[in-house]
């Protein structure tokens, strides 16, 4: 929680730090006129005047932790009325009940607060099914799942044809223990925004392995030339160092798995048209370091 930036594990960025969360809450209690909406935050006002700054990322996370705590015991009493309702109600059994969020969120991890980036703590999202009639209580499924599919997957318990122009495809039969044979390896990944703290960037993650390319570059009409950056590969071995604190780029022992994951990348990129043809930037960052040792 105390990572102050990319010097100590390598990684391309510096990312969203808890300590802006802090200069957040300290601005929303001296400008209550000025709040924006996502700065209304409760239980002002907040202060870290005197204190040093390990001292203020201490406070500043305790009052996160306890802000996100009280969301997720309100979201908890709430599922457990509506539980409590279908059984009740006698639907308990027929009833398909899902938990689930768009992505997963960083809480003091590399020091961060939000998502956006391709870490662990931000691309898995939560996923809690219930459905007594199909899926056995108590199990846990490890397969590559990526948001696009739980449309797919609605679609499946609803009987609807799943249009071809959608991306995703169903995992119902994951959920039952029958993981298909070539059910995907790799789930893509890409963030479009471009701040110099976290870059726009495009990645692919395996069951052991995750690469990342930070292209430096934003939407053509939102974008400054000093907000390039200047590393622009992330490469981790989750089985080794699964909280991600040392990119392994550089390192000798990998260099044939990051040549196949870079391969498998741009399959990727190709199969989901996700391709960047209409940016010019983009391509000539591509073309320029793809290759590159840094």
């Not at 001292?55 to 979201?75: H, L, N, T």
């Not at 956006?116 to 703590?121: C, D, N, P």
């Not at 040392?246 to 391709?275: C, F, M, P, W």
């Amino acid at each position: 929680m105390y990572d102050n930036g990319p010097n100590t594990t390598g990684r391309s960025l510096i990312g969203q730090s808890i300590d802006s969360l802090g200069n957040r809450y300290v601005f929303s209690t001296n400008n209550p006129d000025k709040r924006s909406d996502y700065m209304q935050y409760p239980e002002l006002p907040f202060s870290i005047d005197g204190l040093s700054k390990k001292e203020a990322r201490s406070k500043v996370y305790q009052k996160f932790i306890k802000d996100f705590m009280r969301c997720g015991a309100a979201i908890d009493d709430n599922i457990g009325k509506l539980l409590d309702y279908l059984e009740a109600a006698g639907l308990d059994e027929n009833t398909i009940v899902i938990y689930t969020a768009d992505q997963g969120y960083f809480l003091g991890e590399h020091g961060w607060f939000d998502k956006r980036l391709i870490y662990e703590e931000s691309i898995h999202m939560p996923f809690v099914i219930r459905y007594p009639k199909e899926i056995p209580a108590g199990k846990r499924n490890k397969d590559i799942i990526e948001n696009v599919d739980f449309s797919a997957l609605f679609a499946d318990y609803a009987g609807i044809k799943y249009p071809e122009n959608m991306q995703g495809k169903s995992f119902r039969e994951n959920l039952k223990g029958n993981t298909s044979k070539d059910w995907r390896q790799y789930g893509y990944y890409r963030y479009w925004q471009h701040q110099k703290d976290r870059p726009g960037h495009f990645g692919i993650r395996g069951k052991r392995y995750k690469l990342a390319f930070y292209y430096g570059k934003g939407f053509e009409n939102n974008h400054k030339q000093a907000d390039e950056n200047t590393k622009f590969w992330d490469f981790y071995d989750l089985q080794k160092d699964p909280n991600e604190l040392h990119n392994a780029y550089k390192d000798s022992k990998y260099q044939k798995v990051i040549t196949k994951l870079k391969k498998e990348l741009l399959e990727q990129r190709a199969l989901l048209g996700d391709t960047d043809e209409d940016s010019k930037k983009i391509q000539n960052s591509i073309k320029t370091y793809w290759n590159s040792t840094f």
